[in-house]
């Protein structure tokens, strides 16, 4: 499968983003999919994410009440709908897939997800 995000960008704190991943081969509605950020100098971090049919999503604390995942099967996208953005929310936005979690506690490692987006800039401007 090819994941494809984008819809990142420049944005004032305060701000809004929504970013879109867009998957191409494979079954979408049969991954369960996430988004991570890095930012310069730091590690992969785990952000949302989302099952395959939408019922079951998780959030970092650091975006609940801000971020908001979503999926459309029908589709194949993902979406982090994001408001409220700071300035330390900067970093490249990666949605994932992963094919066989085995554990619901795995969604947080990257490791643990096949696929990749190229990863989509955002910054916050304070």
């Known amino acids: 499968v090819q994941l494809q995000a984008s819809g990142g960008g420049l944005v004032q704190a305060g701000g809004f983003l929504r970013l879109s991943c867009a998957a191409s081969?494979?079954?979408?509605?049969?991954?369960?999919m996430g988004w991570f950020r890095q930012a310069p100098g730091k590690e992969r971090e785990f952000v949302t994410s989302?099952?395959?049919?939408?019922?079951?999503?998780s959030y970092a604390d650091f975006v609940k009440g801000r971020f908001t995942i979503s999926r459309d099967n029908a589709k194949n996208t993902v979406y982090l709908q994001m408001n409220s953005l700071k300035p330390e929310d900067t970093a490249v936005y990666y949605c994932?897939?992963?094919?066989?979690?085995?554990?619901?506690?795995?969604?947080?490692?990257?490791?643990?997800?096949?696929?990749w987006g190229q990863g989509t800039q955002v910054t916050v401007s304070s």
């Open positions: 989302i099952n395959y049919s939408g019922g079951v999503i």
């Open positions: 994932a897939a992963a094919t066989n979690l085995r554990t619901y506690s795995a969604r947080y490692s990257p490791a643990r997800y096949d696929y």
């Open positions: 081969r494979g079954t979408f509605s049969s991954y369960f």
